[in-house]
């Protein structure tokens, strides 16, 4: 591993170091859930809690979140949707299109919020105030459809960010690397026909959502756009670094992407209650530096990263502690 951070200094094309940002707001508790539900508030209380134990986390540049403005939520998602969303909480209605996607009246605002998150970061990054950066948010995104609601999920969170880099920044081709412990779905969906962005995942398969499959490469000319990865039960960080050397990072060094995204979900940890993928806390550690030579290699080093999955609350605070730590080193 110290050998791979030598080879990202080597690679830095900014002689000025900058530092990491990091996002988070108190506003994101009150998306209530209901009692047992695995993506509960106490999440973001529990990573919270394990970083205001680590020294360097007062290095970070904290950014407060706004509201993403309703026109950028419909660049991935329809207006009927959006406004079905926003009826639906402000109804005190228990879910939204379906049972695991449990809401609250709170919880419009609170996607509203979590999708503007990753925006703030992308201006502070784009503008050279931070390098990179991390959105501590909920509720997650990569499952959302274009007009339906999945796997806890409102609003998309990463697509949205593609589509604000492109259009507020002009960055042409985005790259966004999914490794939560199921397949993103609605991530995939959303550009797999659309050949400035490439969509790569690694996930437990078979298993919930049902897609990700090896052969779901992209669709009609458009082949290439996606890489799933998919990994059997029981997969262990071996499995997952075969992937990176052999497929993933070749892949991305091809693609030479201008941004790096990551759906940063940490419910492949061996320790996590839904998922039967094995990895090591310090296998995000290991993620997170091969994918800063990517980003430090095509992209000047930018990487924003967004919470997505991860619900063991005595794990996941120290994987994305070990994140976090690569990203701001």
């Not at 090896?214 to 290439?224: D, F, I, L, W």
Request: aromatic share 8%; hydrophobic share 40%.
């Amino acid at each position: 591993m110290e050998g791979q951070r030598i080879l990202r200094i080597l690679l830095l094309r900014n002689t000025a170091v900058m530092p990491t940002g990091f996002v988070f707001d108190q506003g994101f508790l009150s998306h209530s859930t209901g009692p047992g539900h695995p993506e509960c508030a106490e999440r973001v209380s529990a990573i919270m809690t394990h970083l205001e134990q680590q020294q360097w986390k007062s290095d970070l540049v904290l950014i407060a979140p706004q509201p993403a403005d309703e026109k950028w939520i419909e660049t991935v998602h329809t207006g009927n949707y959006r406004e079905r969303a926003r009826a639906a909480c402000k109804s005190g209605a228990p879910y939204l299109d379906s049972m695991d996607v449990a809401i609250s009246s709170a919880s419009y605002d609170v996607a509203l919020l979590a999708a503007g998150a990753p925006l703030m970061l992308a201006d502070a990054m784009i503008s050279g105030e931070i390098q990179n950066g991390f959105a501590l948010v909920r509720p997650p995104g990569h499952h959302a459809e274009t007009s339906t609601a999945l796997g806890f999920c409102l609003f998309n969170k990463v697509a949205i960010l593609t589509r604000y880099l492109q259009a507020v920044h002009g960055l042409e081709k985005i790259a966004i690397i999914d490794w939560d412990v199921h397949h993103g779905n609605g991530t995939q969906h959303t550009f797999e026909s659309d050949p400035s962005v490439l969509y790569v995942s690694t996930h437990q398969y078979p298993f919930y959502p049902g897609t990700g499959a090896a052969n779901e490469t992209g669709e009609g000319r458009r082949k290439g756009s996606t890489l799933n990865c998919p990994m059997p039960a029981g997969a262990t960080d071996t499995h997952y670094e075969a992937a990176f050397n052999e497929r993933i990072m070749p892949v991305l060094d091809r693609f030479a992407p201008q941004a790096v995204l990551i759906s940063a979900g940490f419910d492949a940890h061996a320790d996590d209650p839904l998922g039967g993928i094995r990895l090591s806390t310090s296998m995000y550690s290991w993620m997170t530096l091969r994918l800063l030579e990517i980003a430090d290699k095509h992209a000047e080093g930018r990487i924003i990263s967004v919470l997505e999955g991860g619900y063991n609350l005595s794990r996941i605070g120290e994987c994305v502690a070990a994140h976090l730590h690569e990203l701001s080193k």
